[in-house]
């Protein structure tokens, strides 16, 4: 199955595209962020790794913004057709990602963007 992972942040923006029945990395890249929050460079890193996955995860440092998740729901659906779409702010897919559901500490410091 594959499946792309993204962490927005407030300064720069990450994509990874893994094939999780071969555990395998298929596509990583980076960019600076759009000023607004928006999804348009994680749209274009995304085109560029010629992926189709089945499943997008989204962390949004400003998805509490006003309409900011809409944005992003939309812009990966259509992206994306058919594949299960998520958007979360970015704090819940750091916890997620750094602690596997584990009981833990977590560090978030960004540039509070």
Not at 60 to 73: C, F, H, L, M, Q
Not at 79 to 87: D, M, S
Request: hydrophobic share 45%.
């Amino acid at each position: 199955m594959i499946v792309a992972a993204i962490d927005a942040g407030g300064t720069g923006v990450r994509i990874r595209v893994v094939d999780t029945a071969r555990d395998e990395t298929l596509h990583e890249a980076e960019a600076p962020s759009d000023a607004d929050g928006g999804p348009e460079a994680v749209c274009a890193l995304l085109r560029a790794s010629g992926a189709s996955p089945v499943a997008v995860c989204a962390g949004i440092a400003k998805v509490s913004r006003a309409g900011v998740a809409d944005r992003w729901r939309e812009a990966l659906g259509g992206l994306f057709p058919g594949a299960a779409v998520r958007v979360e702010p970015d704090h819940r897919t750091a916890y997620a990602g750094a602690l596997s559901e584990q009981d833990g500490v977590l560090v978030l410091a960004g540039t509070g963007s």
